[in-house]
């Protein structure tokens, strides 16, 4: 029995109309049987931009998807199971306690933030491969991994220090970050670098608007036999490969049939189907950590954002 999700999507910039392609997407052409999905609604701040944008990126299914010119509207919608928030970054608190007030995903609801990266079968693989077969062996003391891309390095850094097998899901023993700022106050250049005990390991983790990594290499883990690299990009990555001293480099290919956000599609519909309220291999206690790493990165870089951003609203 297929179970199929019923989606509302928020906002109608660019990753939404990249999130509704992959929706579209026939789940069988990436090997799953047993979810759908469904987008049976799109919110703008205005009527006419929703209308526009289901014309636009889903003109075969434009008279089943319903457009709305408000956020409110969409939230209160009872066909839909569970609510995409692709506006801008600055207001995704502000949407998500509205989605969550008007029970989407039903009080007690379902909660979890859309990293697509973690849900890639090459990411599932890259655990597999430092965790489990231990490809390259311990990971060194001081080897650790040098990541790039903002929220994406700490993904990597979680994947990698986070949950290994011995760590227990413990924090970091330390945080300490370097940030360069612009003229207008925007970190534009920031270096992470988490010391975890257990089992001792140090991670380096940079992101810039200013300089690109190396395209060969935007994640490295580093391990007594050799290490593992991810090339560009850390987000949509496609590719693993192995270096082990003494034998030929091996390459894994993991070519992706899409944008790839369907992946964390899949991963959603089927906690809805199973009434679940988090994601077991992404819980929403990893983002709050994730959050409490950036803000302590914030707090040593004297860096703030206006008052309505900071400010919080219990839910």
Avoid at 72 to 80: F, K, N, Q, R, T
Avoid at 169 to 195: H, Y
Wanted: charged letters at 25%.
């Amino acid at each position: 029995m297929v179970y199929t999700c019923h989606w509302g999507l928020v906002g109608a910039g660019d990753i939404s109309e990249l999130f509704l392609r992959d929706l579209l997407v026939v789940p069988t052409t990436r090997g799953v049987t047993d979810v759908a999905h469904k987008p049976v609604a799109v919110a703008a701040r205005s009527l006419d931009r929703a209308k526009a944008f289901i014309a636009t990126h889903a003109p075969d299914h434009k008279d089943s998807i319903k457009a709305y010119g408000s956020y409110a509207e969409i939230v209160a919608d009872s066909s839909i199971d569970v609510i995409y928030i692709g506006t801008t970054q600055s207001t995704h608190y502000e949407v998500a306690l509205l989605a969550l007030r008007a029970g989407k995903n039903e009080k007690k609801v379902f909660l979890m933030e859309a990293v697509w990266t973690r849900f890639f079968p090459l990411t599932i693989e890259f655990e597999k491969l430092i965790h489990e077969n231990m490809v390259i062996g311990p990971i060194r003391p001081g080897g650790g991994a040098l990541l790039d891309l903002g929220l994406y390095a700490l993904m990597w850094m979680f994947l990698t220090c986070y949950k290994h097998p011995e760590n227990h899901r413990s924090n970091p023993d330390v945080v300490k970050a370097v940030s360069l700022k612009s003229p207008w106050n925007v970190d534009e250049t920031t270096a992470i670098t988490t010391l975890w005990s257990k089992p001792k390991i140090l991670c380096v983790s940079t992101c810039s608007l200013m300089m690109d990594s190396p395209p060969e290499c935007v994640v490295r883990v580093q391990g007594d036999k050799g290490d593992v690299i991810i090339p560009i990009h850390g987000s949509r990555p496609e590719k693993i490969i192995i270096n082990v001293r003494g034998e030929e480099s091996k390459v894994l290919n993991f070519p992706i049939p899409g944008q790839g956000l369907f992946w964390e599609a899949d991963a959603v519909a089927r906690d809805i189907r199973d009434g679940k309220m988090a994601n077991d291999r992404y819980p929403i206690q990893e983002s709050v950590l994730s959050m409490q790493i950036m803000d302590e990165v914030r707090r040593q870089n004297d860096f703030k954002f206006p008052d309505a951003l900071e400010f919080i609203e219990e839910y």
